[in-house]
């Protein structure tokens, strides 16, 4: 067996690979002999069966798989000694005038090869890391919503401004069908508001979904659809009233504190929003930290530049697949994909350039804290290691939520060397300013 390769150009090459009757013949013959030991044919022996019966009938076959094996066998050898570092997997040529009925045999690969280039971590125009601030109104809102929630029903005949309305919504041409509880307050717009004023149990309300609530989740939970489903729908809609009530809000006393927190963990209404803002800005820090990491992302992506061996991997899109795909849909598909694959190339050349690694152990040691986590929200603050353990194994067999726990550790690990060595802009703001400015397109 010979094995060459042959470059094209930085970013694409060709593998040839020739097989001889040497390379295989013994193979197959022994593989013959054992079929002939086993073969059960009417009129013979076992055993005894003539070797060129056993010939005719599985000897094409057995050459084909072995010749395909050896192959498999010899092109990964191949590329991993050569170390290579190749995109998708090396396609077949084809040959318009193969045939099996030789006993020699050339085979040709091409590869899609991935390109050299440096990452320059000095951003010119810096990104902006964000500091969310808890602030008071968002503080109020929250002490409010407490308040509410654990605060008294008091069922009502006549519908008031602040108050709660259960019932039906329906629109017969969607098959809507949903019942709901909403609140005056989260209405949108007076006219909305009055069409409720004065109602009574029983009395249907007509309405439109455009402009009804002042948050689109809001009208998702009314409807009983997804985010696709409300987006952009305009429709009316009929609310039949079935239940009508007042929350009368719960005092801030030591009742409610120990309801919400436990115990004696918070005293007074000044420790209460102090809890609640820590709580808020430990979750807003989470969002933050996800939105620089997507801007580093993004930066690396746009400023980092590197030719991809395009036509290559269109082609290899095309038969990668369960399914093969057409050359527009391949085309299609590496358009939605190519920035995902840049980024995956920078990430790579990052992690090995700084010695980033992730082993076992870290990805146990994580996973374990990931549980540990998930069992303290459930009343379980002290876990035994060896239940932790046994859960940590028993997940991360899981192949899918390896993975997933591993890209999250992978990203932290990204970002704790972001940084480091990247220089940001450093910009305290409300969280509503942060989603209006963070997320603006």
Known sequence: ?????????????????????????????????????????????????????????????????????????????????????????PLPKVNEDFTWDAEDFSFEFELGLAPEFDVDLSAKKKITQYNIIAEDSLIDKEVENLQTRFGKIIPQEVVAQGMNVAGTFANEEKEIENKATISLTDLKGKVN?????????????????????????????????????????????????????????????????????GEGKVATADELRAKIKEDAEGQFKMQSEQQLLNSVTEYLVKNTKFDLPVEFLKKWLATAGENPISAEQAAEEFEKSEKGLRYQLIEGKIMSSNDIKLDYEELKDYAKGFIKSQMAQYGNLNPEEKELEEIAGRVLSNQDEAKRLQEQLVSQKLLTFYKENITFKEKKVSYEAFVKEAYKK
């Open 1 to 89: 067996m010979n094995i060459t390769k042959e470059s094209i150009d930085s970013l694409n090459a060709v593998v040839k690979v020739a097989i001889t009757a040497e390379d295989y013949q013994g193979k197959v013959t022994t593989i013959l002999q054992d079929y002939r030991k086993k073969a059960d044919v009417p009129g013979f022996r076992k055993g005894h069966v003539p070797m060129g019966m056993i010939k005719k009938q599985y000897g094409k076959s057995i050459m084909i798989d072995e010749i395909n094996k050896m192959l498999q066998e010899s092109l990964n050898t191949f590329l991993t000694d050569e170390d290579l570092n190749i995109l998708g997997n």
């Open 193 to 261: 508001l009055k069409k409720f004023i004065g109602a009574k149990v029983g009395d249907v309300v007509s309405l439109k979904t455009k402009g009804l609530f002042s948050e689109e989740h809001k009208l998702m939970g009314a409807l009983g659809l997804s985010k696709e489903e409300v987006e952009g729908l305009d429709i009316s809609l009929i609310f039949t009233i079935e239940e009508i009530s007042l929350t009368e809000l719960a005092d801030l006393d030591q009742e409610l504190f120990d309801k919400i927190f």
